[in-house]
């Protein structure tokens, strides 16, 4: 068996990375992509690999004689590489094709050597290389039958989103035979360029040849092994988190996103807070009905948008002020402070971060949950007077949690003492505790020194669309609010939302109830793991304490690399101590991380 691998093409869409160098000369983790799969491809000790050169073609020719292959490798120029496509590319080797079977390779790609183990394993003879389509991809798909027959190939100008679950993207690695090469692919290759020329895709020939009533090719599918298309800078940062050899790098480079976690499909997310039971899917419905219109019109303005959080959270508009998420209106509202301002640690960091530390006076609970009553803060914060008070409730990450009217009491003694009071409520919906919000006109009017911020994206499971409210008594520091941050601060699909909100108010509510229930039976399951205790928790996560042998970072590496889920680890927000922060999911996905959690814990300990 012998490969064929198509380097010709110039790789615009990557632009200064290729503007003199071919594509597959750039590097991914400092090893050139064209590196890497002829050290793959050598491996499996094949006859020979003919390579198409066309754009920079003799540096990628002298490059390669430098890598050390010892497997013979032979060169094809296309001269006009810029004026045709890659089925003109693959014709100038079709003689080499009807010599001995053929592994067929774009040479823009990156992949494990599980790749190459799949299809060379496979005992049928020709064989298109496909996997599930994700978002991320872009190209030619298929859609297949039972029996791996590909029904249709799919080109990208009839490629339809409304049929995107049917579909199987080309990896652009091909098994040909000899056999299929000789009466099949060549043939009608050379049928097909005649016809529509050579400024076409090779993929074009399968899309004939797969019309025939004995085709011969089959699909072959992938079982999760990894691959990545580079056509751009994007696709190379993503290919360099997912490839990267060293696994405490590939921790932080995934860390490092803070979010966009689609674009790793198979990734499941325990770090970052979800509620898995809301948006219905009537809701969605009605969005995916007025995308157009969303996408091509403008929003309204602050005035408007606070108009609907008022009448969503039933307050007065002045009293309100609507944010790109929460971590705008956070940032706004930090300047605002004077003085001293009182945190309670751990807790969500960017309060703390967005103050003066020399200003800034810390209270951190003295037992292994990190948990605080009222009564515990007003006794600290009469001792170390401070001028504001941030206090997140239901804490993060602690979960802890206190009832409503503890909150009341804390609001009063902290208007005796002539306190700034900030509440960030934003996991307040999951606790057990009904009507347990402080976004209440009457306390807001009585107590202009509260400020009570909320997260929608947190409580509602939309954090794609960045919302978030700040509500206080206090309306000439929200009017000033209001100028601090832009006109259109809300895009249109975060106003429409908000526009809707109130007829799904039952499946809200319906969905709090859900999440509660299986919160509780995640922490019953967590707390049977051997090594692991459950710090109780009224949130959408749960914080659990590992044993001393058990380090967290090791831990969230495992689970990572070697069963793609992520987790947030506290050794920093704890002083070293070991501790977890894992967001509830839905059952399916909190029984994956269990049973992942079971197989790398109960063998340690």
């Known amino acids: 068996m012998q490969a064929i691998i198509l380097a010709a093409g110039m790789g615009k ?37 003919i390579i198409v050169v066309g754009y920079e073609g003799q540096k990628l020719i002298d490059y390669i004689g430098t890598l050390g292959i010892q497997t013979p490798i032979e060169f094809i120029e ?25 592994l067929l390779f774009e040479s823009d790609l990156i992949f494990e050597d599980a790749i190459l183990d799949a299809i060379l394993s496979d005992p049928r003879e020709t064989l298109a290389l496909v996997d599930k389509y994700e978002s991320w991809m872009d190209g030619t798909c298929v859609k297949l039958g039972d029996d791996d027959s590909i029904e249709a190939f799919v080109p990208g100008k009839q490629f339809k989103f409304s049929e995107i679950r049917d579909y199987y993207k080309t990896v652009n690695i091909y098994k040909f035979s000899r056999h299929f090469s000789e009466t099949h692919y060549v043939p009608f290759l050379d049928a097909y360029q005649s016809a529509l020329g050579k400024n076409e895709y090779y993929e074009q020939v399968l899309r004939v040849i797969t019309m025939l009533d004995e085709p011969e090719i089959k699909a072959k599918r992938l079982e999760g092994q990894r691959w990545y298309e580079i056509d751009d800078i994007q696709d ?51 969005l995916r009905a007025n995308f157009d219109t969303l996408l091509t019109e403008y929003p309204s303005g602050m005035r408007v948008n606070s108009l609907l959080a008022a009448k969503n959270f039933s307050i007065h508009q002045e009293n309100i ?87 009341l009491k804390l609001i009063e003694w902290s208007k005796k003492e002539s306190i700034c009071l900030v509440i960030d409520e934003s996991f307040v919906d999951f606790a057990d505790e009904p009507d347990n919000t402080i976004i209440d006109q009457s306390i807001l009017s009585k107590n202009p020194h509260l400020f009570v911020m909320k997260s929608i994206s947190k409580s509602y499971g939309v954090p794609g669309l960045r919302l978030g409210v700040l509500a206080s008594g206090n309306a000439e520091t929200i009017a000033k609010m209001k100028k601090d941050v832009a006109i259109w601060n809300i895009n249109s699909f975060g106003e429409f939302y908000m526009q809707i909100e109130e007829k799904y108010k ?57 069963h793609n889920l992520l987790i947030k680890e506290l050794t920093t927000k704890t002083n070293g101590r070991n501790y977890l922060r894992l967001a509830v999911r839905n059952t399916e996905d909190n029984d994956t991380l269990i049973r992942a959690m079971k197989a790398e814990l109960e063998g340690t300990i």
């Open 236 to 286: 190379l940062d993503i290919a360099e988190s997912i490839f990267t050899p060293d696994e405490d790098e590939r921790v932080r480079l995934l860390q490092g996103r803070y979010g966009g976690y689609w674009r790793y499909p198979k990734l499941l997310d325990f770090c970052y807070l979800v509620n898995p039971y809301f948006p219905p899917e009537k809701m969605k419905d009605e």
């Open 78 to 102: 296309n001269p006009v590489y810029d004026r045709t496509n890659n089925i003109y590319s693959l014709a100038l080797a079709k003689e080499w094709l009807v010599q001995e079977d053929t």
């Open 506 to 562: 039952k499946d809200y509510a319906a969905a709090l109830v859900k999440i509660r229930a299986e919160r509780a039976r995640f922490q019953t399951e967590l707390g049977k793991i051997k090594g692991v205790r459950v710090v109780p928790s009224q949130a959408n996560f749960v914080m659990v304490e590992l044993n001393e042998d058990i380090h967290p970072k090791e831990l969230l590496k495992r689970l990572l690399i070697k």
């Open 321 to 407: 002020l609507v944010g790109n998420g929460a971590a705008e209106l956070i940032k706004s509202l930090m300047s605002y402070l004077k003085g001293t301002v009182g945190f309670i640690r751990p807790t969500f960091d960017e309060y703390p971060n967005r103050y003066d530390r020399s200003n800034s006076v810390d209270f951190t609970p003295d037992n292994r949950d990190y948990s605080y009553t009222a009564e515990d803060l007003i006794n600290y914060f009469n001792q170390h007077k401070v001028d504001n008070l941030i206090v997140v409730n239901p804490d993060n990450p602690s979960g802890n949690y206190i009832p409503k009217a503890g909150l």
């Open 13 to 49: 869409r990557l632009k200064e990375l290729t503007q003199n160098n071919t594509k597959c000369m750039v590097k991914v983790n400092g090893v050139t992509l064209i590196d890497r799969m002829l050290h793959q491809i050598e491996k499996k000790e094949l006859s020979r690999i």
